[in-house]
């Protein structure tokens, strides 16, 4: 369902937000050989954003995950991360996908969660990102997924 979520494609439809910058990993990688590093955060909604606008349907639950780790340098901190998706309809919404997990740095964390989507208007914008409460913690993100869950 969501593509190039292992960045083997390069950074190809996944954007930076707010005034982090990202770039191509090759020498750290969960899976594979490619992942996001993602630097320069000012504000906990920094990070790693892409457009999944027309991803969820209403009333279907989803599984959502996300590999995540610090970089080497930032060994003082174990912020906590989390995957968020932001809606805009008739108002904007911010939805948590996972809940917040520590990590720390030299390990792959995984983000994960179970989404059921209830907005049944349609979205004029829906960005998947990810998100740290330690403002000034760079990571990796690898092997991001969303997954409709068989009913």
Do not use: C
Not at 39 to 65: H, I, M
Not at 69 to 89: C, F, M, R, W
Not at 92 to 110: F, H, I, M, P, S
């Amino acid at each position: 369902m969501l593509t190039n979520g292992d960045f083997e494609g390069g950074l190809d439809s996944w954007q930076s937000r707010g005034s982090a910058t990202i770039s191509l990993e090759t020498s750290q990688a969960h899976s594979a050989n490619n992942s996001a590093l993602v630097q320069g955060r000012a504000e906990t909604w920094n990070g790693l954003q892409k457009d999944v606008k027309g991803l969820f349907t209403a009333g279907k639950t989803y599984n959502v995950s996300a590999w995540v780790k610090l970089s080497d340098y930032n060994t003082a901190v174990s912020p906590g991360v989390k995957l968020t998706l932001q809606i805009e309809h008739a108002s904007t919404e911010y939805l948590e996908l996972t809940t917040v997990k520590n990590v720390v740095a030299g390990d792959w964390v995984q983000l994960s969660g179970t989404y059921t989507h209830s907005i049944t208007t349609e979205e004029s914008a829906a960005l998947l990102y990810v998100e740290s409460n330690e403002l000034t913690a760079d990571f990796y993100v690898d092997d991001v997924s969303v997954t409709l869950v068989e009913q």
